[in-house]
């Protein structure tokens, strides 16, 4: 079914395709203890549209998140997931996005909920990122940025893995889908489905497309 906001990101993420152009820099930041800021290398592929709480914890079931693990957040938001992997798990967590609202969203998400010692939040352009320290990548972006993503997923250690709300990789045969509402949903009022992919994925031959 087609996802009911997939219309508005996808405008969005036209519109500024077409500004990118002509975009300004935003302006140098300060840094601090763990945060990395600086001047974004582009505008985001996609607005923010928040995980609700209870598919966020759902996503880090799925991933079966355990001591050790590391887990990355592409497009981090205002860092809720990340937040969550450290609180509920005690894992260390890195959320990246390039949009500079979000960063300090995420910073000060971190800092009331404690877990600057865990998290680390990166203003970064997630396709330009090497992921081969993570165990564990979330993703909430559109279904061609996560095809757009492969070769770099694909350099995940064995055994990684992969959760992504509401969209499919194309290609990529998930080995779990599970679908949910989410009642206190403040942001989205459809249902909900998790994408739960292991790497080495195994290849969707029966792609249509
Ligand atoms: C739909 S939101 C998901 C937020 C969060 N992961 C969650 O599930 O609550 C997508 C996020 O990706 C960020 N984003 C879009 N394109 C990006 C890029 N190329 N690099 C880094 N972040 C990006 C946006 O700024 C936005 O915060």
Request: hydrophobic share 40%.
């Amino acid at each position: 079914m087609r996802h009911p906001i997939l219309p508005i990101l996808t405008l969005v993420a036209s519109c500024h395709f077409l500004a990118g152009s002509t975009a300004t820099t935003l302006a140098q930041t300060t840094k601090a203890a763990g945060e990395t800021q600086k001047a974004p290398a582009k505008r985001p592929d996609v607005i923010f549209v928040p995980t609700p709480q209870k598919v966020v914890d759902k996503m880090l079931e799925m991933a079966e998140v355990k001591k050790g693990d590391i887990v990355y957040d592409l497009g981090c938001g205002d860092g809720r997931i990340v937040v969550t992997a450290a609180k509920k798990y005690g894992v260390k967590a890195i959320g990246f996005d390039v949009d500079l609202e979000r960063i300090k969203e995420s910073l000060a998400n971190v800092k009331s909920s404690k877990v600057e010692h865990l998290v680390t939040i990166k203003q970064e352009d997630i396709f330009t990122l090497d992921l081969s320290e993570a165990s564990v990548v979330t993703l909430y972006l559109l279904p061609e940025l996560n095809v757009k993503l492969m070769p770099q997923l694909r350099k995940l250690k064995p055994g990684s893995r992969i959760v992504s709300h509401d969209f499919d990789m194309r290609g990529a045969k998930p080995l779990q889908v599970h679908s949910m509402s989410a009642s206190d949903d403040e942001s989205n009022e459809g249902g909900h489905t998790i994408y739960k992919w292991v790497v080495p994925w195994e290849k969707d031959d029966g792609a249509k497309n």
